[in-house]
């Protein structure tokens, strides 16, 4: 099963942006990459996804590496309400067996 | 209003005593999954359908059965509930794999005695 790698935490000031890391060397060639994230006391929820091509939408936008081994999610000016635990995972046409890595917790400072 | 909904929400239960944690949907949406978070674990798969009488286990199913009799629902069951089951328990919902965004339910805790 496709795996994904995440650094535990990261740091921004607010109104700067951010930029979240994913490392996903084993996806195959019909893997979607799919953000969420998770609020305190919250269930998931989506960010933005994408195949081969850059997506932006109001949320953030996704730039995914020129052979899919890597992306990173880029919010653009954090604000405090984005501090959260933000989840890349991998979704393909094998079904629907997930699997989510550790996560990266953001923590935005004022 | 797009939703998944889970009952209960919050569930204080003794080993041995099994429980049902319902789902629905009401999207219409073919695939459906349940997740269980663990302080430092993050989200692990426990089952999921990818449509009515198609189910498959995830990576942690282990004493936790599902269903899939309806569309719209997909309950976990945990036929003899042990307190290493006690977690915090989500649904999910998608239209299809790969394009199709997860939509989660607000989540079960649950605590066995």
């Known amino acids: 099963d496709a795996k994904t790698t995440q650094p535990n935490s990261m740091e921004s000031n607010e109104e700067e942006p951010v930029h979240l890391p994913c490392n996903h060397s084993t996806i195959s060639g019909t893997d979607y990459i799919h953000w969420y994230r998770q609020l305190p006391s919250q269930g998931p929820e989506y960010v933005i996804h994408?195949?081969?091509s850059n997506v932006n939408n109001r949320m953030a936008s996704l730039a995914i590496a020129e052979d899919r081994k890597s992306s990173t999610l880029i919010l653009h000016r954090a604000t405090l309400r984005d501090a959260a635990v933000y989840y890349c995972?991998?979704?393909?046409?094998?079904?629907?067996?997930?699997?989510f890595g550790g996560g990266t917790r953001v923590l935005v400072k004022p | 209003e797009a939703q998944v909904t889970q009952n209960p929400r919050y569930l204080i239960t003794v080993t041995g005593k099994k429980l049902t944690v319902t789902c629905s949907q009401n999207?219409?949406?073919?695939?459906m999954s349940w997740y269980r978070q663990d302080p430092g674990l993050g989200l692990r798969q426990i089952y999921y359908s990818m449509n009515v009488e198609v189910t498959d286990k995830g990576d942690v199913p282990e004493g936790y059965k599902v269903s899939r009799k309806e569309k719209r629902n997909f309950p976990l069951i945990l036929e003899s509930p042990s307190p290493n089951q006690t977690s915090l328990y989500f649904c999910a919902s998608n239209r299809r794999e790969g394009t199709g965004e997860l939509f989660f339910g607000e989540g079960s805790r649950l605590t066995v005695l």
């Open positions: 994408g195949l081969t």
């Open positions: 995972i991998l979704m393909g046409a094998a079904g629907n067996k997930l699997t």
């Open positions: 999207m219409n949406h073919e695939y």
